[in-house]
């Protein structure tokens, strides 16, 4: 008997320390820093903010964050970024994606859209071959081409699969693919015209989150 009501106490426990909480873009995540993907699913970062020390800056109005130096506390050993998936601030999520060219800043984006398909955008400048001809100034005709390589600001748009960490690249018909399972979502998406269709990408995204529910651990 006292076996038993020892298993309850302590599921009764775990119930009233964890619970899950749907996920939207007012859930608040858990702040610190995620080592896997398995982390920030389940709202578990291995570091606290309280564990280590970081030159990082955050500018939260465009989603997009900046990392040099992350250390240990507890040992001041330095911990390497490439490995650690991202980190929460504030509540928001943040996903490791580049590292900033001719600098050791890693570069990372906050999640804009976080439901069952979470959205993530960022820019980075990215060295370029192009083509620069000199012109003889009587023909107007080039008379050399020659290739050099040019620093241009490239943007980049994803899409997440929160459940199993896929991602895909933003387009209409990577959006369209993944709301397939919402059926009548899907037909609007269909017969909406093509112009529109493409401005409302993120809309319908947004109204799928709303349809399909997806729950994260949150501790109480």
Same mark, same amino acid.
């Not at 564990?51 to 900046?66: F, G, M, P, T, Y």
């Not at 071959?129 to 012109?135: D, G, I, W």
């Not at 991602?167 to 919402?182: H, Q, R, T």
């Given at each position: 008997?006292?076996?038993?009501?020892?298993?309850?106490?302590?599921?009764?426990?775990?119930?009233?320390?964890?619970?899950?909480?749907?996920?939207?873009?007012?859930?608040?995540?858990?702040?610190?820093?995620?080592?896997?993907?398995?982390?920030?699913?389940?709202?578990?970062?291995?570091?606290?903010?309280?564990?280590?020390?970081?030159?990082?800056?955050?500018?939260?109005? $465009?989603? &997009?964050?900046?990392?040099?130096?992350?250390?240990? +506390?507890? *040992?001041?050993?330095?911990? =390497?970024? /490439?490995?650690?998936?991202?980190?929460?601030?504030?509540?928001?999520?943040?996903?490791?994606?580049?590292?900033?060219?001719?600098?050791?800043?890693?570069?990372?984006?906050?999640?804009?859209?976080?439901?069952?398909?979470?959205?993530?955008?960022?820019?980075?400048?990215?060295?370029?071959?192009?083509?620069?001809?000199?012109?003889?100034?009587?023909?107007?005709?080039?008379?050399?081409?020659?290739? $050099?390589? &040019?620093?241009?600001?490239?943007?980049?748009?994803? +899409?997440? *699969?929160?459940?199993?960490? =896929?991602? /895909?690249?933003?387009?209409?018909?990577?959006?369209?693919?993944?709301?397939?399972?919402?059926?009548?979502?899907?037909?609007?998406?269909?017969?909406?015209?093509?112009?529109?269709?493409?401005?409302?990408?993120?809309?319908?995204?947004?109204?799928?989150?709303?349809?399909?529910?997806?729950?994260?651990?949150?501790?109480?």
């Amino acid at each position: 008997m006292n076996k038993y009501i020892l298993t309850y106490f302590f599921v009764l426990c775990s119930f009233f320390l964890f619970s899950q909480e749907k996920l939207t873009n007012n859930f608040g995540f858990q702040n610190g820093i995620y080592l896997s993907y398995e982390e920030f699913k389940n709202n578990s970062p291995s570091l606290s903010w309280q564990d280590v020390s970081s030159e990082l800056i955050i500018l939260e109005s $465009i989603h &997009r964050a900046k990392m040099d130096a992350l250390i240990s +506390l507890a *040992d001041s050993s330095e911990i =390497d970024i /490439e490995n650690i998936w991202g980190f929460s601030a504030n509540g928001i999520p943040y996903k490791k994606v580049s590292k900033e060219n001719k600098s050791e800043f890693f570069i990372f984006s906050g999640l804009v859209i976080r439901g069952r398909i979470c959205y993530y955008s960022y820019d980075i400048n990215e060295e370029k071959p192009v083509e620069v001809s000199a012109y003889n100034p009587v023909t107007g005709k080039p008379f050399r081409t020659q290739t $050099i390589m &040019r620093e241009r600001k490239v943007s980049y748009q994803y +899409l997440l *699969d929160f459940e199993t960490g =896929d991602e /895909e690249i933003f387009s209409v018909s990577n959006v369209g693919k993944w709301i397939l399972s919402d059926e009548k979502l899907y037909e609007t998406f269909k017969v909406t015209d093509p112009n529109e269709r493409k401005k409302k990408l993120l809309k319908f995204i947004q109204i799928f989150n709303d349809r399909n529910e997806v729950y994260i651990p949150t501790k109480i």
